[in-house]
C-alpha cells in the first residue's frame, strides 16, 4: 500500500518551453503532497506544499508563477516549470500523505528534468 | 528552526558486519524522526520512524534506529548488512507540534552514501 506514481520519470525539453509533471496517489487519498527538488549528491529541498483544493504553499525562494503547481483531486498534483531554463535541470520528486498528524510521507520514484 | 545532522556523507562496511548510520536532530518540542533509503535515480523509500514510545523501532528490511532523546540522536542501525543495502540514507525530522500546516513538512539531512563491500 501507499503508492506513488510520478510520469514522466525522465523529460528532454528545450530551453523556453513548458513541462508538466504529474505525481499520483495509487492506492490512497493524499490530502497534502510536496514537491522537492535534488541535485546531484544532495538531500531534498522542499518547494512547496499542497493540499486538495487550495493553493499551494511555496518555499522562500521558489518562484511560484514559475513552478506551477495543481493539487484538483485527492489522487493528484500536478508540478508545471514553465519557460524552463537549462538551470531547472534537476531530480524532481513529489511525495503524499495521509493527513494524520502522525502520517509518514510517501515518495514518488522521481523525475529527471534535462533542459537543453 | 528544525535541523537534521548526518555527520557522515560516505560509511562503508563488509557484508555481514554491523551497520550504523548517523542522525543527530534539533527542533522544538519532541520530534517525530524518520529514516529513508534512496536508490540511484529513484525516489525515497520509508524505512521506519519515530513518533512516541519504545526508544527502540524497528522498520523495513531487518533495520532498526533508537530514539536517544538526551543526545538528541536518532541512528540507524542493522545487525548484519547486505550488498544490497548499498545506498543513499536520509535521517528527517519534524516537530509533533506545530500550529500551522507547513510544519508539516519534513527537514532532511544531507544524506548519508552507504557502501557494503561484498
Keep these: 500500500g501507499a503508492v506513488v506514481s510520478q510520469h514522466p520519470s525522465w523529460v528532454i525539453c528545450k530551453s523556453g518551453t513548458s513541462v508538466k509533471i504529474e505525481c499520483r496517489s495509487l492506492d490512497f487519498q493524499a490530502t497534502t503532497m510536496f514537491w522537492y527538488r535534488q541535485f546531484p549528491k544532495q538531500s531534498l529541498m522542499l518547494m512547496a506544499t499542497s493540499n486538495e483544493g487550495s493553493k499551494a504553499t511555496y518555499e522562500q525562494g521558489v518562484e511560484k508563477d514559475k513552478f506551477l503547481i495543481n493539487h484538483a483531486s485527492l489522487t493528484l498534483s500536478t508540478l508545471t516549470v514553465t519557460s524552463a531554463h537549462p538551470e531547472d535541470s534537476s531530480f524532481y520528486i513529489c511525495s503524499a500523505s495521509f493527513g494524520m498528524s502522525t502520517d509518514t510521507q510517501y515518495f514518488g520514484p522521481g523525475t529527471r528534468l534535462t533542459v537543453l | ?118
Excluded at chain 2, 99 to 106: D, F, I, T, V
Design chain 2, 1 to 118: 528552526a528544525q535541523s537534521v545532522a548526518q555527520p557522515e556523507d560516505q560509511v562503508n562496511v563488509a557484508e555481514g558486519n554491523p551497520l550504523t548510520v548517523k542522525c543527530t536532530y534539533s527542533v522544538s518540542g519532541n520530534p517525530y524522526l524518520f529514516w529513508y533509503v534512496q536508490y540511484p535515480n529513484r525516489g525515497l523509500q520509508f524505512l521506519l520512524k519515530y513518533i512516541t514510545g519504545d526508544n527502540l523501532v524497528k522498520g523495513s528490511y531487518g533495520f532498526e534506529a533508537e530514539f536517544n532523546k538526551s543526545q538528541t540522536s536518532f541512528h540507524l542501525k542493522k545487525p548484519s548488512a547486505l550488498v544490497s543495502d548499498s545506498a543513499l540514507y536520509f535521517c528527517a525530522v519534524r516537530p509533533a507540534q506545530f500550529s500551522s500546516g507547513s510544519a508539516r513538512q519534513l527537514t532532511f539531512g544531507s544524506g548519508t552514501q552507504l557502501t557494503v563491500l561484498p
